[in-house]
């Protein structure tokens, strides 16, 4: 079955890209289409060395302007200094992809600021990230926040009263919680973004091949998955596609695992806006980030 793919991309000179985790796997290949496709593009890496080899990489595949700045979800501090030296670059921003993250630690772990480290990276981090460039976003005539789930959001139950996985961690529950907050941040993101412009949409890559599988699914996904360039279509059509909306999700057609990207079915509980409401509020408190959607 054919669909869409890199070569329904539009044009993008003249954009602002900021993309997460792209040092490899789906991130690296959503800033290589956006650079490709000539937008500028700053690739947020937590690995210096892995991120300077990323940026060469981009560079010479893409022919574009891609620059690399320092950025660990899992710290605040981290966040917050990203998020500044991001703005003082570029004022105006039209694209955030929040694309990395972390998957089922076999052990709870936290993160510098105590968070359990999948909720506190997947989540918290970047919803601290996103606020914190809003200024910048709201800069754009048409600003859009890709944020990428997983198709394990579904089974998935968000308890607001143990966020942090302290009275029982499994560690595909975690990443499961971690992927509903996701959901659940995109479509409160789009409610309180109301007439700004805002097109805040999601993604998830079905069953790709990278190195987020090294704690769990490894051997699934080798045989039923697609490879990493595949699975970041379903990102780049959320991040580029003209016909988006505001609150589209979009996955692989086939069984949610591979082919390419369609819109996709959104888990009835990450449509709870009770839910989002109050995981919102949480989130503010967490992190002390609040966002001026006024």
């Not at 040092?23 to 650079?35: D, K, Q, V």
């Not at 968000?158 to 479509?187: C, H, I, V, W």
Request: charged residues 20%.
């Amino acid at each position: 079955m054919s669909g869409w793919g890199t070569k329904d991309i539009p044009r993008l000179d003249g954009k602002t890209a900021v993309v997460t985790g792209a040092n490899s796997g789906i991130g690296y290949y959503t800033a290589l289409e956006l650079a490709r496709a000539g937008a500028q593009v700053v690739i947020g890496c937590r690995d210096a060395g892995r991120g300077e080899e990323a940026l060469k990489g981009l560079r010479q595949q893409s022919g574009g302007a891609v620059e690399l700045v320092p950025l660990d979800l899992s710290s605040l501090a981290s966040v917050r200094s990203f998020a500044d030296e991001v703005r003082r670059r570029h004022p105006s921003l039209d694209l955030l992809v929040n694309n990395a993250g972390i998957m089922a630690l076999p052990r709870r772990e936290t993160t510098a600021d105590g968070f359990e480290k999948q909720f506190g990276t997947n989540h918290l981090g970047h919803f601290a990230l996103t606020g914190l460039l809003l200024p910048a976003l709201r800069a754009s005539a048409a600003p859009r926040v890709v944020t990428v789930s997983s198709a394990v959001a579904w089974p998935a139950q968000l308890d607001l009263d143990d966020l942090q996985s302290e009275r029982r961690y499994t560690p595909m529950g975690a990443y499961g919680r971690s992927k509903l907050a996701n959901l659940l941040f995109m479509l409160e993101l789009q409610r309180r973004a109301g007439g700004t412009g805002l097109r805040s949409v999601a993604a998830h890559p079905g069953g790709a091949s990278t190195g987020l599988q090294k704690h769990a699914f490894a051997r699934s996904i080798k045989w039923f998955g697609q490879p990493a360039q595949a699975g970041a279509l379903p990102s780049l059509r959320a991040a580029t596609a003209p016909d988006v909306q505001g609150g589209d999700y979009y996955g692989p057609w086939l069984m949610l695992m591979r082919g390419a990207p369609i819109h996709a079915w959104i888990p009835p509980q990450a449509r709870n806006e009770q839910t989002a409401a109050r995981l919102w509020q949480r989130s503010e408190e967490l992190t002390g980030v609040k966002f001026d959607l006024s």
